[in-house]
Every structure is written in structure tokens, then in C-alpha cells.
């Protein structure tokens, strides 16, 4: 059982440069997120969906956009990638309406630098 | 507003020393706070939950965490610290609203000195 897998692991970009970021799971889960993680500011939300087909703004979507067609995928592009991009990314993922604790699965992390 | 605040971004202790991690929340409704931990260079996994069911919350590696309704606190705590759990430690509230986001804190790095 492979929970949540991120893809790739590192990458290197340069300025104005796009890239996609993938994330798998194969839990079932309903709900998805991704998230960057930089320090001295915890996890910061950017983008989540809430089942197949929907997307939706979290705390600092500007730069990214998502897209969910299945539901174990949830993509995380940077159109013309930026240095203050550079980040780790988490995805992440939670069972539906119905699971009240809302315990969320995370991915290893993709690390990205954009000089 | 649902969020967090941790304080302390480092936190250093000896091994076998009591690990206190402070959590405190703001929250107009009952939350629903989580306790994950990051070891280097991989993801948050779950520590531990608190649901309503019981104000004190036990977790995996020795870890438990109290809930305080009258101080907003859930304080993160281990008896004996062991070199292992160094790492990092989030506290975080689910929103009960709007795709129930999970929002984070900070962060604490807990050294462990042998």
C-alpha cells in the first residue's frame, strides 16, 4: 500500500520556466491538498479539491493552479515559476464529509528550487 | 477564525528530560486539533487527535496531549525524551467549514541532547 506518492522528488527550475507536480493516491480518499512548507512558517495551504472534477483556493493560490480529472490524482502546475516558489511540497489527503477527525496522509515532499 | 500558535520555535532538552511542546488555539467552535511530526526529510504523520471523546489524548511513541477548553492549550508532552524523537512538531485545527482545511502552526524543533 503505497498511501500518498509525490512526483517528482526534486527539481530545479529556472525563472519563468513551468512545471507539474503530481500527486497519487490509492487510498480512495475524497479529499485532497497541497501545501508548501517553508520555515518559521508551517505548512501554508495553496490549493484543495473536495472529490473529483473540483478544485478550490486555500491560503496562498497565487502562482498555482490544480486540476483533479481522477480522483487518485491531484496536479499542482507553476505556469512561469518564480524564486520565491522555491518550497517543499506536500500533498496530502483525507476520507470524505463522513470522517469527522480528518486525520490527513502525506507524501514524502517535492523540493523545488527556482533560480 | 480557527488557527494556531505555537510557542517556542526550538525547543532543547537532554535525553530522559520531560518534552513540553505548548499548543494554544483560537476556535468559536469545539475543534477538532491534531498533533503531527516530521523527521527529516520526510512528510507529517499523525501523533495524536483530539475528537471531544476525552480531554486527554494518548498518541504513538509515548506522546499525549491535554485538552484545556478555559486556557485554549493542548500542550504536547512526552516523560522521558528519547534521542528519536527528535523532529519537528505541528499543531494543527481542522476547519469545520470550507473543504475542512487543516490549518498549521509554526512549527517546533525539538533537539534532543544525549
Known amino acids: 500500500n503505497a498511501g500518498v506518492t509525490q512526483t517528482p522528488k526534486f527539481r530545479v527550475l529556472k525563472t519563468g520556466q513551468s512545471m507539474t507536480l503530481l500527486c497519487a493516491q490509492d487510498?480512495?480518499?475524497?479529499?485532497m491538498y497541497w501545501y508548501r512548507q517553508d520555515p518559521g512558517m508551517g505548512l501554508r495551504l495553496i490549493h484543495y479539491?473536495?472529490?473529483?472534477?473540483?478544485?478550490a483556493k486555500g491560503e496562498v493560490p497565487d502562482g498555482y493552479n490544480v486540476s483533479r480529472l481522477k480522483k487518485q490524482n491531484f496536479l499542482l502546475g507553476l505556469e512561469s515559476a518564480a524564486p520565491s516558489q522555491t518550497s517543499v511540497y506536500f500533498c496530502?489527503?483525507?476520507?470524505?464529509?463522513?470522517?469527522?477527525?480528518?486525520?490527513?496522509?502525506f507524501g514524502e515532499g517535492s523540493r523545488l528550487t527556482v533560480l | 477564525a480557527q488557527s494556531v500558535t505555537q510557542l517556542g520555535s526550538h525547543v532543547s532538552v537532554s535525553e530522559g528530560a520531560l518534552v513540553l511542546l505548548r499548543c494554544n488555539y483560537s476556535?468559536?467552535?469545539?475543534?477538532?486539533l491534531f498533533w503531527y511530526v516530521q523527521y527529516p526529510n520526510q512528510g507529517l504523520q499523525l501523533l495524536l487527535k483530539?475528537?471531544?471523546?476525552?480531554?486527554l489524548v494518548k498518541g504513538i511513541n509515548g506522546f499525549e496531549a491535554e485538552f484545556k477548553k478555559s486556557e485554549t492549550s493542548f500542550h504536547l508532552t512526552k516523560p522521558s525524551a528519547h534521542m528519536s524523537d527528535a523532529a519537528e512538531y505541528f499543531c494543527?485545527?481542522?476547519?469545520?467549514?470550507?473543504?475542512?482545511?487543516?490549518?498549521f502552526g509554526a512549527g517546533t524543533r525539538l533537539f534532543v541532547k544525549a
Open positions: 496530502a489527503s483525507r476520507r470524505g464529509q463522513g470522517e469527522n477527525t480528518g486525520e490527513l496522509f
Open positions: 487510498m480512495n480518499h475524497e479529499y
Open positions: 479539491s473536495v472529490g473529483e472534477g473540483t478544485t
Open positions: 476556535s468559536s467552535v469545539p475543534p477538532y
Open positions: 483530539y475528537t471531544s471523546a476525552a480531554t
Open positions: 494543527a485545527v481542522r476547519k469545520n467549514t470550507g473543504g475542512f482545511k487543516t490549518i
